[in-house]
């Protein structure tokens, strides 16, 4: 994967004010939107208006949403960590100005929604940082997010999901269980959800 040279970085306004741009086309496909939030990063403390933290669960705080995309920010605190879930056949691009995080990425031999039953393994583990944002491969879409505790530092990612969605499978790969949950925002265009 080439990077394109990364440009100045970007406030979190004008970040979202480019998204818009960009066609339906683009946001069916990975290729685009990847260039793009390879080459503009976002400026980190253009963020504060949208972070907010919680010490029990990460917090998902909407920055942007469209009929093709939702733009949000994810908070960590050390040692949070996702479920591992998918995103309903949507694409998924990840940046993190912020910290450093991991994404374990997960083979599904096998599911049974309905049934409840999975058989899913654990097939790579990438690190996302500031240089390096990352997508959810549409072929393989099943992944958790990690904040390690030895990475000894809050980090914040930014997703943007193409279209937005509200409900997501979850899987137990240690139960071989999986079921479908609600997806909620801590915040919307920074105002707390009550």
């Not at 309905?114 to 583990?125: L, R, Y």
């Not at 930014?158 to 079921?179: A, K, M, Q």
Request: charged share 20%; proline share 6%.
């Amino acid at each position: 994967m080439n990077l394109q040279a990364r440009s100045r970085p970007l406030a979190i306004a004008d970040f979202a004010a480019e998204l818009r741009k960009f066609s339906a086309e683009s946001f069916r496909t990975i290729t685009d939107i990847h260039h793009f939030q390879q080459s503009a990063p976002v400026a980190s403390e253009t963020l504060s208006s949208f972070l907010t933290w919680n010490a029990q669960h990460y917090t998902r705080n909407l920055i942007d949403k469209t009929d093709l995309y939702e733009l949000i920010a994810i908070c960590w605190e050390v040692g949070q960590v996702s479920s591992v879930h998918n995103h309903r056949d949507q694409n998924c691009w990840m940046s993190v100005p912020i910290g450093r995080l991991l994404v374990e990425n997960y083979k599904v031999i096998s599911q049974d929604i309905e049934a409840g039953k999975c058989d899913i393994e654990s097939c790579e583990t990438l690190e996302m940082n500031p240089e390096r944002p990352c997508f959810v491969d549409p072929a393989e879409p099943v992944h958790r997010v990690i904040n390690p505790p030895h990475f000894r530092q809050r980090a914040v990612s930014l997703h943007i999901y193409s279209r937005p969605f509200d409900s997501c499978v979850v899987y137990s790969p240690e139960n071989g269980t999986c079921g479908e949950i609600r997806l909620h925002y801590n915040t919307v265009y920074g105002k707390p959800v009550a």
